[in-house]
Structure formats: C-alpha cells, structure tokens
C-alpha cells in the first residue's frame, strides 16, 4: 500500500514539475520589414502572456532586415527600440551568415543585440531537434 501511494506521489510531482516548465520557441522570420512591425507585436503579446516561456527569434534572407542598423517601418519608425526592449525581456535574435555573406552585408551594421549563426534554418532545425523548441512561423 505504502508503495502504491508513494509512486502515485511521485508521479504526481513529476508530472507537476513538468507542467511548470517554461515553454522554448523558436519564431522563424525570412520576411522583410514589411511583416516586422506586427512580428515584433506578436513578441510582446507572447511575453505578455508567457513571460517565462524562453523565445528565439531565428532570421533569415529578408527576415534580417528589421535586424539592421537604422531599420524603419514603412512609416519611419526604427526597429531598434522595440528589439532593445524586447531582448531585455530575455528574447534572443539571431541572423544567419549564409544571408551576410551573400548579401555583402558587414555584421558590423546588424544592432547590438543580435548573434549571428552560421545558417538559419539549421539552427531553427537544431532548436527544435535537439533542444526541444516549438515552432511558430509568424
């Protein structure tokens, strides 16, 4: 009896352990700034609802120019504001150097809160294979 009630316990706290891990997403961005104002909204509403759920914003081709020094929106609005308060949110934003290279692109010109990867859809394939991020195309 003892037994039965302690691996009931024990599972019990398992699963509930489980339940309260945060959530890890990767968001794949391969669009231009045309999509960016409303990629970044959806960041914040995610934060807004999970805040502990751990996000990586993976770019990609046109998806890094949000991304670029002096980056506006249609209206004239820079990008840099919201991607600094976004990472001080815990949010990570990575540009691919396949999209540098190719565009002759000098990482110099990319906002100081960016990593770059060797290649951005390896690394979205690498963070949901073997780190368990969910996916989300915006």
Same mark, same amino acid.
């Given at each position: 009896m003892f037994k039965r009630v302690f691996l009931a316990f024990l599972f019990s706290l398992v699963a509930s352990v489980s339940l309260a891990q945060d959530v890890k997403v990767v968001y794949h961005v391969n669009t231009g700034v045309e999509t960016a104002a409303a990629i970044l909204n959806n960041l914040n509403n995610h934060l807004n609802a999970s805040p502990k759920d751990k *996000?990586?914003?993976?770019?990609?081709?046109?998806?890094?120019?949000?991304?670029l020094n002096d980056a506006k929106d249609s209206k004239g609005r820079e990008f840099s504001g919201q991607v600094s308060a976004l990472a001080s949110r815990g949010v990570a934003f990575e540009v691919c150097n396949n999209t540098l290279q190719t565009r002759k692109i000098d990482?110099?010109?990319?906002?100081?809160?960016?990593? *770059?990867v060797p290649s951005g859809v390896a690394e979205v394939a690498r963070l949901q294979a073997k780190e368990g991020y969910v996916y989300l195309k915006p």
């Open positions: *996000i990586v914003v993976v770019t990609h081709g046109p998806g890094i120019d949000f991304l990482p110099s010109n990319l906002l100081m809160e960016t990593k *770059i």
